[in-house]
């Protein structure tokens, strides 16, 4: 950014020193309407890139200084880990008692045992 405004700022000197001298002919007016031409354009670029700090200090809470786990995208995934990591812990099924559990050919995914249910222990 710092780089870019140097641009501008030179390009605008130029451009003045251009303007200056293009009126006494000193100057052809090819090389002022030039000047001017990329005056514009390195204006509009640091304007694009203006907007896209923006739009990254935006994602980043207004401060770029903040810490990573103070930042908002950090927060939500921290909060979709935490959830996925209950809901794991929710789905593991555990067993009254140690085994192996034998003729598994015999169940289907997602067949419900009745309470109670043995299944035949090696």
């Not at 007016?29 to 514009?40: H, I, P, S, V």
């Not at 670029?45 to 990573?68: C, F, W």
């Not at 950090?74 to 789905?91: K, S, V």
């Not at 559990?101 to 035949?120: C, F, I, R």
């Amino acid at each position: 950014m710092a780089m870019q405004r140097a641009q501008v700022e030179s390009d605008q000197a130029t451009f003045d020193r251009y303007a200056a001298l293009v009126g006494s002919r000193a100057v052809a007016r090819e090389r002022y309407d030039d000047t001017r031409f990329k005056l514009q354009a390195d204006q509009a670029a640091m304007g694009a890139s203006t907007a896209q700090m923006n739009v990254t200090l935006a994602r980043l809470g207004r401060d770029a200084g903040a810490a990573v786990t103070a930042m908002p995208a950090y927060q939500l995934a921290a909060a979709r880990l935490g959830e996925a990591e209950r809901a794991l812990r929710h789905a593991t099924v555990r067993a009254a008692f140690s085994g192996v559990v034998t003729e598994v050919n015999k169940l289907a995914p997602g067949q419900y045992l009745a309470a109670g249910t043995l299944p035949s222990v090696w």
